[in-house]
């Protein structure tokens, strides 16, 4: 949708703009001081592309055959995030 925005933002978040282009070589340039997980729907029917999902400097897990509200409420997110928050010691052991 960022190619029919009107305004100077939402051209920013047109795939391939020289704002996402450097905001993606300042992200991977450094390491960041947490381990990051991306968690994403390859079906997301509102982030699209959906590829933009995946960080190179990331573990990334998809969530496949979910839409972009459905993934909050899947046990499939549970599975995945609550042993990554568990690892990271945000989460108590059951």
């Known amino acids: 949708l960022a190619r029919c925005a009107t305004g100077a933002n939402g051209r920013q978040m047109?795939?391939?703009?020289?704002?996402?282009?450097a905001l993606e070589r300042a992200e991977s340039?450094?390491?960041?001081?947490?381990?990051?997980?991306?968690?994403?729907?390859p079906h997301d029917n509102m982030v699209a592309p959906q590829a933009s999902c995946r960080l190179?400097?990331?573990r990334n897990?998809?969530?496949?055959?979910?839409?972009?509200?459905?993934i909050l409420e899947s046990e499939a997110l549970l599975g995945v995030l609550l042993p990554e928050l568990r690892a990271a010691g945000a989460a108590p052991e059951r």
């Open 56 to 58: 190179p400097w990331a």
């Open 14 to 21: 047109e795939e391939g703009s020289a704002f996402l282009a």
């Open 61 to 70: 897990v998809a969530l496949p055959g979910l839409g972009h509200i459905a």
């Open 29 to 41: 340039a450094r390491k960041p001081p947490a381990r990051v997980v991306s968690i994403y729907t």
